[in-house]
Each structure stands twice: as structure tokens, then as C-alpha cells.
């Protein structure tokens, strides 16, 4: 709780600035703070300031048509690119289950999802509601917590534009049994590069608490890592569909220079989960310098 409310005191402070000085001197101190450097928007090389330089100059309204998590993970009401080519590549089967949405808290119908579901945001992250039991819900203390969120401007909170653009939504999705496992691939220009794992050790540690590791797509380890996460204590086992969901990335990233492409994985299946353009808000801290510059190559602008 009290890392919570350390997270939500340093985002209502970094939109605070933002209203006042705008977007680029947020990430100019989310960079001096996080990764303990400036940030060179001038004459970017590091993967960290091209991707902020990109949320910065380009067009966001085409970042946030992809990235609005209503859309990417199955908008019943129409076929999206996404979610025609993973049924094109014979994958339907990645797409969670969407039982509906909403544009106010007060609209969510509690009655309709099965017994076991979730509720997000269409427009920012870590923003969620998993329901285990629907008998034991709290309709009504869900509905004050989806109202604040809903009332908050993630892109300005984060300092990533694109979020400011996606129309809020509250989205009530499939609940994907545990255990989970994540596979967030690191595609250049529609090219998945790297993946890597992470595995979870409990929330209420903190959010930092889980193990990361970054693999190259031949499943050896690679040789740089996050230094605010320990590495996963052993590989973790190559599986049989694994090439499924390489192909299920491609199309997705395609449009954009950099897209992190996330699958998720349970024992008895994987789902298609999101297309995130800012890991980090671009300030992922990668151990040893020289790699940041090595996956700054990778980006041509």
C-alpha cells in the first residue's frame, strides 16, 4: 500500500509539472531521476532517448488507435487489424475474451461477466481489477475506484502523450488463470529482436520485486539486463508454441519503429495481451551503458 501511494504522489506531481512546463521536462527529470542522466533529445543515440524523442515529434493519434486497449484486445464491434491477423494466422485462439465496456463507472454492469473476470482502463496501465469471485465482489467500492481512474489523464501522469489521446474506457475481459508467465517482445520496425520473461514472486513485495531476464529469439540469454530487477534464476523452458507466438508480433509493430509486443502465458494456453510503445515511459534502466547504445542502433529513425 504504501508503495501505491508513493507511485500515485510521484505521477499527480509529474502532471502537475507537465500542465505547468509541458511533456519534454517531465522526461527530461523522469530521465534524471530514474536512470540518473540527462536526456538528449538533440542528438539521440541511446535506445532510451530515441523512443522519447519519438513520443515527442511524431504523431500520437496513430500511436494511440494502437495501443487503446479496447481495440488491441478484441473490440467485438469491429475487426481491428490486430485482431484480424491473429485470426488470419490461424490464432484466434491468443485473443481474450471481451465481455463488454464502458464510458463511466457508474455504467458497468456487474451482472453480465461470468464469475471470474477483470476490469482495466482502456487508457493507461496498472490500473486493474481482478474479480476471483463475483458473490464476494464489492460492486460499489469497484465502481469508486474505476471512477477516480477514470479521471485520470495517464499521458500527463506518465509523460507519454499517446495515452492523453485513447478514448477512456473501462474494459471487462476474460479472467486468465494463474499461473502467468510474460513474454514481452522488443520488435524494431515489425522485427521481434528480444523478448524477455517475467515472473512474479507476489505484488504485494512491490513492483520490483519479480525477476526479469532478456533472451535473444534463439532462447540463449542476452547480455544486458534491467538494474532495478534481479535475473531469473534459471532459463525458463523453451515451449512447443513458441514460434506461434513470434509470428503473432510482426503485424502489430509493423507501423511503428519500436513496439514492445506482450503474450501471455498460463499452463494450459497463451493470450495476446498488448502493443506498448514506451516501456518505462522510455526510461527502461538497461545495466552497462554500452547496450543502450547497441539497442539505440537497432532504432533508425
Given amino acids: ?126 490500473m486493474n481489477i481482478l474479480c476471483r469471485d463475483k458473490a464476494s465482489s464489492e460492486p460499489e467500492v469497484a465502481r469508486r475506484e474505476l471512477d477516480e481512474w477514470m479521471g485520470m489523464n495517464w499521458g500527463m501522469m506518465s509523460a507519454e502523450p499517446h495515452f492523453s489521446a485513447i478514448s477512456r474506457q473501462i474494459i471487462c475481459e476474460q479472467f486468465v488463470e494463474e499461473p502467468l508467465l510474460d513474454f ?16 512474479s514472486v507476489g505484488l504485494d513485495e512491490g513492483p520490483t520485486a519479480g525477476r526479469i531476464s532478456f533472451i535473444n529469439m534463439d532462447g540463449t540469454r542476452a547480455s544486458f539486463a534491467r538494474f532495478n530487477f534481479k535475473p531469473l534464476e534459471k532459463p525458463v523452458e523453451a515451449l512447443p508454441f513458441f514460434g506461434e507466438m513470434e509470428r503473432v508480433t510482426c503485424d502489430p509493430s509493423m507501423p511503428f519503429k519500436f513496439a514492445r509486443i506482450d503474450v501471455i502465458v498460463n499452463p494450459e494456453c497463451q493470450y495476446f495481451s498488448e502493443v506498448t510503445l514506451m516501456t518505462c515511459a522510455g526510461m527502461m534502466p538497461i545495466r552497462l551503458r554500452e547496450w543502450n547504445l547497441k539497442l539505440g542502433d537497432l532504432l533508425e529513425f
Avoid at 186 to 194: A, H, R, S, W
Fill in 184 to 199: 514481452k517482445f522488443y520488435c524494431f520496425i515489425g522485427v521481434p529482436t528480444y523478448y524477455y520473461n517475467y515472473v
Fill in 1 to 126: 500500500m504504501a508503495i501505491k501511494m508513493q507511485q500515485g504522489a510521484c505521477r499527480a506531481l509529474s502532471s502537475g509539472i507537465a500542465n505547468v512546463v509541458g511533456g519534454k521536462q517531465v522526461k527530461v527529470l523522469d530521465a534524471r531521476l530514474r536512470n540518473h542522466c540527462g536526456l538528449d533529445l538533440d542528438h539521440p543515440r541511446t535506445s532510451a532517448y530515441k523512443v522519447s524523442w519519438i513520443e515527442l515529434n511524431t504523431d500520437q493519434a496513430f500511436a494511440a488507435r494502437r495501443t487503446d486497449k479496447r481495440e488491441v484486445r478484441g473490440y467485438v464491434a469491429e475487426k481491428n487489424k490486430v485482431r484480424s491477423y491473429v485470426e488470419d494466422k490461424g490464432c484466434g485462439k491468443l485473443l481474450i475474451d471481451l465481455y463488454g465496456y464502458w464510458g463511466a463507472a457508474n455504467d458497468v454492469d456487474f451482472g453480465s461477466p461470468p464469475d471470474r473476470f477483470a476490469l482495466k482502463r482502456s487508457h493507461g496501465c496498472e
